[in-house]
């Protein structure tokens, strides 16, 4: 397992770092036109509950990702869950901070250099916090404790730290600039 941890980390920092830097030549202003336009069809006036929204869909996709990973370092590469999962939750995060600085607080970014990099080490703080103190402590308790399947404890593990998460980043890393 030890082998897997650095070669998975830079792997993750590079195509991190490529999507976010070439994220303006594969996603176009009309394709975040698009899905904007869905979000602002719903019935609420509220824009905060509108970028809520947004946060669940994109987390949605890191569900989907961490619960890949999880289940493709248990099963297949037979790592213990419990260290898998820390490797799964990177691998979301990363995802899910592409998506959320591109589209759910899209109208707060900044494209300097120093900005993002603040910005990037402000959701990496946290989404840590909430991984740590919700996703997997939940994810033991339930697993261990409760003996539910560890594929569905991780899923109250995110939930629960979904709010937590979507707080921190909203006051936070991606914080409205006084004007």
Known sequence: MGNLVFPLALFSTFVFLTLD?????????????????????????????????KFCVVGLSGIGVNM?????????LKIFYLFASPIAIELSIINNFV??????WRDRRKNQRFVW?????????????????????????????LNLYYLFSNLFGIGAGAF???????RWTFKKEKT
């Not at 937590?164 to 909203?170: G, I, P």
């Open 21 to 53: 830097f070439f994220s303006g030549f594969f996603i176009k202003d009309q394709e975040m036109d698009k899905f904007n336009s869905i979000i602002s069809a719903l019935p609420f006036n509220n824009s905060e509950t509108k970028r809520f929204l």
């Open 68 to 76: 890949f990973f999880l289940w493709i370092f248990t099963e297949h």
């Open 99 to 104: 998506l959320n600085d591109l589209w759910t």
């Open 117 to 145: 990099v603040k910005r990037v080490l402000k959701y990496h703080i946290s989404v840590t916090i909430s991984a740590i103190f919700a996703n997997i402590f939940l994810l033991w308790f339930f697993t261990e404790i």
């Open 164 to 170: 937590l998460n979507y707080f921190l980043n909203d």
